[in-house]
């Protein structure tokens, strides 16, 4: 039925002989290149210029002293999201959405399409630096991602009169440097990166870093191809501080796995792949997110108690997953209500509850049940110690990207 | 490179469609030869089952109800994907779009590639080698090559991916398939037809219209199917070049870390069963127009 | 074998042909050949040609990797299809297209969903690894999943297709009747083989080969599927990391070696070609 690409003989063997007409070919586009080059700067140049009047203009006018939540019926909010992090992973049967549309009659687009910071950003920058819209009102990155679209003024300011819970902000999150007193963005849900093991098989029970790099479990470990958690794991396991760490500890730390992962200590090394493998317990001991852990025994009760989580006694990473308006949002005042909504501890309470995250909101614990107060989770003991990774200047963010690529990655 | 002419009597012709290609003169014993020929047989039905076994392992596994959210391993009959095949509505958005994005592809490449393959075919002309050149390339290219430069040329241009950048990128690779494709059917055609017919006075449009175009019309609807599969399969240049929306494969692909729900193994044997069908009534009626050519030329 | 030209060579029709090809040859120059060169230039970036030694010396182990991959895949297809194909010319008769149409089947279901298929089946306490243990080929403590055997298989699989049709196409222009004459010569039947069937397939064999390992080197998905960090192939270190700005000139590097080496690859099949008087 369908034809293969059949080679032509002829054609080939003309090939071969016009050796000529080819090189004429070519340079006629390599000028049409040097032509073609000139324009992308062109189109640079306007983009750049767009950008930076929108950080003045930013959308709607954040003195507006009253909400105004009657225009907003009927209107909709579109928010990308990561998976995981709406109740049942399905936005349809989520009941945080479906209150919020009830109350205010605004309907809410969700999609679970973020899987990535870099690769978000990679989609969605040419449209972010000229201002234009993306197509969501809503967007959640990373800290380190999310200072970078704050400081390029690609998301807009919270319309504060339809935001009034934002003070309800847990103080360690209230003012991070990145974005003082969370003008653009508020976080969505917090996580911790530990580590989770097979006590039966490990030996009983552990609390030490160290324990991935422990060669009596050569083989059975994985690590996580997220730099950051790797390679703060790994300091905090050296000794080190990753909240204000330094270049030389980052790359002493990237030395060390790659020295481990030359000696085959780690059996892969992936990214939100590794429950598959914990689960069957081809993976003893391995670096994991808090999330990941909490959904897996709950989708598993016969691995509940057979699988545990722990922060290490020198610590853990926590990462904070933030909410933000970018530009050429339709509907910024719809997505703020919707914030607001989400920082009802009331609301916040159940909703965190069920996707086993910590919650960003203040007093959101005591609308959860009894189990979830005692899950670490949800819940972490006040004196858990956790580092958010420092945040990395450009320059050191390649070097470091690069370091942790190349051990890796060959 | 043609075979020579020489026609040999009937009767040699007759006995040598019959018998095995390999006529014995010395050489190795009967039983030997035997033993070769069945292992011949073997090996090649291993391969035909070595292609086989995924697909088959894929529609069983449409009906299976996995005991996680990954549909890896067996755990128990069910037919709850195919009485709710559309649950997730990523999935359900994405084969539209993909069948979307084939159309347009479909009918951008078998046009150009068509005006293409007539040019090569009718003409001499000085930059034919070069066009050969060109033509082959995105044939013998790696995906991931081709998609990655598009890819840093619409970063450079500033363009954002989306649809407009997909239907770019599949077209890219398409029109050398169609033109390959047209043109192989079409070469060895009796163009005089058309001078013919340019002597009886007909405009050249009419020419086209009336003679030319059913001519190749067989070739162009063979391309055409041939473009819609490839662009509905395709994978690697698409990922690189897609922005929000995303076609079948790139969702299977960016959903694969939450989840491998059974739909999409439902999708996959559906689209299976269409081609199949419309594979079969493609020769059915080829078969039928065959006999009525047949009954009006014996 | 040339084309037909007659109706080209009417004076006031020379523009024909490149009116009929302008808008196709545009297109493929402005957004395939233009964005070639487009990485030629970013790969230069910062660095000049030393760009390429710093890429080659840093990737060498994934490069090395790729090309053996690819390699054993094209020969185990070649191993496993030119039987194939020579059974279906050969021996096909009636039944020559239904196969073919049955060697082409496994295309209508979706490349990735092929491949997770794969996954399936080579899951640690699947069948196929339950066989392997139970007859001792593999340890017990040992999947399939994560090593190079799974990538090879899968990437011989997901191309054998592109290895049989070619090479049937080669082998079912073989006229019997030089079978014929070279029995009649006394040839015994592995000489007729020898130097009748295969010099005559060998253009079938050449594309079939060029077919299955140049994807092959591109490919990405059968690693990533059925591999671990240790499988990681050219294909994978572009996908991985395309997203991050700073690394792009490194992965056009990448590209622009590979892709010379394919068309050096495709020169020396167009040469062998031109040169040649194979059928």
Not at chain 1, 391 to 405: G, H, I, K, S, Y
Request: hydrophobic residues 45%.
């Amino acid at each position: 039925m369908t034809t293969p690409n059949e080679f032509d003989p002829d054609l080939l063997s003309q090939l071969a002989d016009q050796r000529t007409s080819r090189r004429r070919f070519m340079t006629r586009g390599a000028m049409l290149l040097g032509g073609l080059a000139i324009s992308p700067t062109i189109l640079a140049a306007c983009g750049s210029s767009k950008s930076s009047t929108s950080t003045n203009d930013a959308g709607p006018a954040t003195t507006e002293a009253v909400a105004d939540m009657a225009s907003l019926k009927g209107t909709t909010v579109s928010m990308f999201n990561w998976p995981l992090y709406i109740e049942n992973d399905d936005a349809t049967t989520s009941p945080t959405i479906k209150s919020f549309t009830d109350q205010t009659g605004i309907k809410v687009s969700y999609q679970s399409n973020i899987d990535g910071n870099d690769s978000f950003t990679t989609k969605y920058e040419p449209d972010l630096s000229k201002g234009n819209g993306i197509g969501a009102d809503l967007i959640v990155l990373t800290s380190w991602e999310a200072a970078q679209y704050v400081e390029k003024g690609w998301v807009e300011p919270w319309p504060t009169a339809y935001f009034p819970n934002m003070s309800n902000v847990v103080d360690g999150q209230a003012n991070p440097e990145w974005d003082a007193n969370r003008t653009h963005s508020i976080p969505w849900a917090m996580g911790q990166t530990g580590i989770a093991y097979w006590p039966s098989k490990c030996g009983g029970t552990l609390d030490d870093a160290n324990a991935i790099f422990d060669p009596k479990f050569k083989g059975k470990v994985t690590i996580l191809d997220e730099m950051r958690d790797s390679v703060g794991l790994t300091m905090l396991a050296m000794g080190n501080d990753p909240s204000t760490g330094g270049l030389d500890q980052e790359n002493a730390a990237v030395a060390k796995i790659a020295a481990a992962r030359d000696a085959g200590q780690f059996r892969k090394i992936t990214g939100n792949g590794y429950t598959e493998d914990l689960q069957l317990g081809d993976t003893w001991i391995c670096m994991a997110w808090s999330g990941d852990i909490a959904s897996l025994k709950l989708g598993n009760p016969d691995l509940a108690d057979k699988i545990e989580f722990y922060i290490p006694t020198q610590g853990g990473m926590t990462f904070v997953d933030n909410a933000m308006i970018p530009v050429g949002a339709k509907n910024p005042h719809g997505a703020a209500a919707f914030m607001n909504h989400v920082y009802d501890p009331a609301v916040a309470g159940p909703l965190y509850e069920a996707i086993n995250y910590v919650s960003p909101v203040k007093g959101a614990v005591d609308y959860m049940s009894d189990a979830a107060k005692k899950s670490i989770y949800i819940n972490p003991a006040v004196d858990s110690k956790l580092y958010e990774f420092r945040l990395l200047p450009p320059a050191e963010d390649q070097e470091l990207n690069r370091a942790f690529t190349a051990a890796t990655q060959q | 490179m043609a075979a020579p002419t020489i026609d040999p009597a009937p009767e040699i012709l007759a006995r040598s469609k019959d018998q095995p290609a390999i006529l014995g003169h010395g050489g190795p014993p009967l039983w030997l030869r035997k033993l070769g020929n069945w292992t011949l047989t073997v090996v090649a039905l291993g391969a035909l089952a070595y292609l086989f076994v995924p697909i088959v392992v894929v529609v069983i596994y449409s009906f299976n109800k996995p005991l996680g959210k990954y549909n890896y391993v067996w755990h128990q009959f069910s037919l709850e994907a195919w009485t709710d095949p559309f649950k997730y509505p990523e999935l359900k958005d994405a084969l539209l779009l993909s069948l979307k994005v084939a159309c347009v592809v479909t009918i951008i490449s078998v046009v150009l590639g068509t005006l293409i393959a007539l040019a090569m075919v009718k003409y001499r002309f000085k930059a034919k080698g070069a066009m050969g050149t060109i033509l082959i390339l995105p044939l013998t290219m790696p995906e991931v090559v081709m998609g990655f430069s598009l890819l840093t040329w619409f970063v450079a241009l500033s363009w954002s991916r989306g649809f407009f950048t997909i239907i770019i990128a599949q077209v890219m690779f398409c029109i050398s398939y169609v033109a390959t494709t047209v043109r192989a059917r079409i070469r060895g055609f009796n163009w005089s037809l058309e001078e013919a017919a340019l002597d009886l006075g007909a405009k050249p449009w009419r020419v086209f219209r009336r003679v030319t175009f059913p001519l190749i019309l067989p070739g162009i609807l063979a391309a055409a199917l041939l473009t819609f599969a490839l662009s509905l399969d395709d994978f690697i240049i698409t990922y690189l070049n897609s922005g929000l929306q995303q076609t079948f494969p790139v969702e299977i692909w960016t959903l694969k870390k939450s989840r491998v729900p059974t739909q999409i193994n439902v999708f996959a044997t559906t689209i299976l069963v269409i081609s199949v069908v419309m594979a079969l009534l493609g020769v059915w009626i080829g078969f039928r127009r065959e006999k009525k050519v047949r009954q009006v030329n014996p | 074998m040339a084309d037909v030209d007659e109706t080209g060579t009417k004076p006031n029709r020379w523009h024909t042909p490149y009116l009929l090809l302008l808008p196709g040859l545009v297109a493929l120059i402005v957004f395939f050949v233009i964005p070639l060169f487009s990485i030629a230039q970013l790969s230069v970036k910062d660095g000049g040609l030393g760009n390429y030694s710093k890429v080659l010396t840093d990737n060498s182990t994934v490069i090395l990797r790729t090309f053996k991959f690819s390699a054993l895949a094209t020969i185990g297809a070649l191993l496993i299809g030119f039987p194939l194909a020579y059974f279906i010319a050969m021996r096909g008769g009636r039944y020559k297209n239904f196969l073919l149409a049955l060697v082409v089947l496994p295309f209508f279901v979706t490349y990735l969903v092929r491949t997770l298929a794969w996954k399936i089946l080579l899951y640690d306490g699947g069948p196929v690894v339950g066989i392997l243990h139970s007859l001792h080929l593999l340890p017990e403590s040992q999947g399939l999943l994560g090593t190079d055997y799974a990538v090879i298989f899968s990437l011989m699989y997901n191309y054998l297709p592109f290895m049989v049709l070619p090479i049937y196409v080669s082998l079912e222009k073989l006229d019997r009747r030089l079978l014929e004459a070279a029995s009649d010569l006394y040839a015994s039947p592995q000489r007729a083989f020898r130097k009748v069937t295969l010099r005559m397939s060998l253009p079938g064999i050449f594309a079939g080969t060029l077919l299955t390992f140049i994807p092959a080197t591109g490919d990405f998905v059968n690693a990533e599927l059925l591999g671990s960090d240790k499988q990681v192939m050219i294909g994978n270190i572009i996908e991985k990391n395309f997203g991050k700005d700073f690394f792009r000139p490194e992965l056009s590097a990448l590209s622009f070696m590979l892709m010379a080496l394919i068309l050096a690859g495709v020169l020396i099949y167009a040469k062998v070609l031109g040169t040649e008087d194979l059928a």
